[in-house]
């Protein structure tokens, strides 16, 4: 048979799978075999049941075994930035804690200044290692929010690095508009005239096909119900799904804020309550832990765990990549903390960093392995699921696959 004609792009046997099809369970297929053409699962089975041999049905047949589960999809990242805050972080550590930090003008706003100075190749160049870290630790899809500019044109070129990252490393970018999440300096004292401002620069970006979705930061030392409502409505005009940084370090009713306006997802979410869970629950909307900023802010306040799961709100496991709160470059690594700290079980956590992490931003086509879904899937040495989440650190990736291609 010549090579065009063959049923598959691409094959891979010898592994088990980690299918994730039904709503529990691994969806385990021992001695597994998954094929793809272009782009796309087309087989996903035991390999006894291939409808031929491997060189038959395949240009590519790859021998690999341990376990593959779908790529993972870090659904909340700030990672393109410049600089770091390590110096805030021993700061802390002699007892600052980080709203004193931020309320003196270091925080997010140092992070600002690093930005603001840095010209584009700078940022993508500071950027980069981080995306590719992630993907070496099996993320193929990636949201990267701006939110480190706060005025336009640094704004613009924080969501141009973002795109540029993803073509760059043939994953896929979600870009998200996060200007909403810290007051510049030149709108001291007048936070309404800034949240006017970060409105109206909205259109322009979109128009540059710039913004997937809309973010704001919902807190005391960051903008009020009443301004993040405002941006919603923006986005809401401009048809962009909104995402909320919600009841992190307060119960600002955040979460019920974002469900209100159909939010893809509400995260941090730690101070959420009840009436917040019920709205998710009732507008689809994804609760996304963030287990990293979590662990390094020392905080003690746990999710209403047992409430997302009691009301069926999806929970998906993200690291926040960023400089203050979260310099995690590893989303495996997230999905420990999110077991030892909120307790998930770690067959939550995958599904949280790849089923739910996709519908956290929007999409439908992956995050499980069935024909049908995008061929985004990684190939570990583990003997089990749950090692993925037992680890702390080394490097359990065999290869990363992206839409059937080799990323890692
Ligand atoms: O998700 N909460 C606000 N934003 C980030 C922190 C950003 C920073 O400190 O630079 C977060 O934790
Ligand atoms: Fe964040």
Not at 22 to 30: A, N, R, S, V
Not at 234 to 240: D, E, K, N, Q
Not at 340 to 359: D, M, Q, Y
Request: a negative charge; charged letters at 20%.
């Amino acid at each position: 048979m010549s090579a065009s004609t063959l049923p598959f792009d691409g094959l891979l046997i010898g592994s088990s799978l980690a299918t994730l099809a039904e709503p529990t369970g691994y969806g385990e297929i021992t001695d597994g075999a998954l094929a793809w053409k272009d782009g796309v699962l087309a087989y996903v089975g035991p390999r006894a049941d291939l409808p031929g041999s491997p060189e038959t049905l395949a240009r590519e047949v790859i021998e690999a075994s341990g376990w593959v589960t779908p790529a993972l999809v870090d659904a909340h990242t700030h990672l393109v930035f410049a600089g770091d805050r390590a110096r805030e972080f021993e700061m802390r550590l002699q007892g600052a804690t980080y709203e004193e930090i931020a309320r003196a003008g270091g925080g997010i706003l140092s992070t600002v200044r690093a930005v603001r100075d840095a010209d584009e190749d700078a940022l993508f160049e500071q950027s980069l290692p981080r995306a590719q870290a992630l993907l070496r630790d099996g993320v193929t899809t990636l949201e990267i929010k701006s939110g480190y500019g706060l005025d336009f044109e640094s704004e613009r070129r924080m969501l141009r690095v973002a795109r540029k990252l993803g073509q760059t490393l043939g994953i896929t970018v979600r870009t998200t508009y996060l200007a909403a999440h810290a007051l510049p300096p030149e709108f001291k004292g007048n936070a309404d005239g800034y949240v006017e401002a970060l409105c109206a620069w909205l259109p322009d970006l979109h128009a540059e096909g710039l913004v997937d979705a809309v973010d704001a930061f919902c807190e005391s030392i960051a903008f009020t119900p009443t301004q993040t409502r405002r941006v919603f409505e923006t986005a809401r005009a401009l048809g962009l799904p909104v995402k909320l940084h919600a009841d992190q370090l307060s119960d600002l009713g955040g979460a019920g804020l974002s469900a209100e306006f159909e939010g893809l997802s509400a995260d941090h979410v730690e101070h959420t309550n009840e009436a917040g869970v019920r709205a998710m629950a009732a507008s689809g909307t994804v609760a996304v832990l963030l287990p990293g900023a979590f662990h390094v802010l020392r905080d003690t306040k746990l999710p209403p765990l047992d409430l997302f799961r009691a009301h069926g709100v999806p929970m998906a496991v993200a690291t926040d990549c960023n400089p203050g709160t979260s310099p995690l470059l590893s989303l495996r690594q997230a999905m420990q903390l999110a077991c030892t700290h909120f307790r998930l079980t770690p067959e939550e956590a995958l599904r949280g960093a790849t089923t739910h992490g996709a519908r956290a931003l929007g999409f439908h086509d992956r995050g499980q392995l069935r024909v049908g879904m995008r061929a985004d899937f990684v190939v570990w040495h583990v003997r089990h699921p749950a090692e993925l989440c037992y680890w702390l650190g080394g490097d359990l990736v065999h290869s990363v696959h992206a839409g059937g291609v080799r990323a890692a």
